[in-house]
């Protein structure tokens, strides 16, 4: 069975330093991964993947996510926070064969403060 | 393409009445999936088709919701009769062979 855990509920950064919200996952076969964010009153919006290749991807806004496969983990980082990046931070599974799904861990939520 | 369009975008209802959600998936896309956001259950995902297909409804909640496909560019998720309980934002996505998932505007749901 595949999951994904987002360990924190709430991220709190000030504009310009670096944010990392964190995700770790858990498939049978190999993983693709996606991280989504949600501004108020909206639906989930693509931000970046990973399916194979390069460890960091990069994604739109100036996010990117570091795949590690020892640690089963794909954290979503940012060098300089910005206050409209404070949002809802999804980050999703499913593994490469046909019959899975995609599952979305709980969110974390983001707030970037001046 | 103007990606997918929900409607409504807000619905009020009262308790026992029918309350029918109405999706429009990106042309051209195979799957279609329905979600239900709260804040105490967060994203949960109801049910997905493939080519108009149901193919997993395990997540649908009792036999009051029910979900159709007659067709690639239309889709209905029904609530009947609809409860206080079944108040949230419900979600529409769409996507190219399970990978990039498209998620509508999404309908706010409240059941007096």
């Known amino acids: 069975a595949q999951s994904v855990a987002q360990p924190e509920d709430q991220v709190n950064v000030a504009e310009g330093n670096p944010l990392t919200v964190k995700c770790t996952y858990s498939v049978s076969g190999n993983p693709y991964l996606f991280w989504y964010v949600q501004y108020p009153n909206r639906g989930l919006q693509f931000l970046l993947k990973y399916i194979t290749g390069d460890n960091l991807v990069k994604g739109s806004y100036g996010f990117e996510a570091e795949f590690n496969k020892s640690q089963t983990s794909f954290h979503l980082k940012k060098p300089s926070a910005l206050v409209s990046d404070s949002a809802l931070y999804f980050c999703?599974?499913?593994?490469?064969?046909?019959?899975?799904?995609?599952?979305f861990g709980s969110g974390t939520r983001l707030s970037i403060r001046p | 393409d103007a990606g997918v369009i929900q409607s409504p975008r807000h619905e009020v209802t009262e308790m026992g009445q029918e309350v029918t959600l109405r999706c429009k998936p990106i042309s051209g896309h195979d799957y279609l999936f329905w979600y239900r956001q709260t804040m105490m259950r967060g994203l949960e995902l109801l049910i997905y088709?493939?080519?108009?297909?149901?193919?997993?409804d395990s997540g649908m909640p009792e036999d009051r919701f029910s979900a159709k496909m007659p067709n690639a560019s239309f889709s209905t998720l029904k609530i009947q009769p609809s409860e206080p309980r079944d108040s949230a934002v419900y979600f529409c996505?769409?996507?190219?062979?399970?990978?990039?998932?498209?998620f509508g505007a999404g309908t706010r749901l409240s059941v007096l």
């Open positions: 088709f493939n080519n108009n297909v149901p193919i997993d």
């Open positions: 999703a599974v499913r593994d490469d064969s046909s019959a899975s799904k995609i599952i």
């Open positions: 996505a769409s996507s190219l062979a399970k990978n990039i998932q498209y």
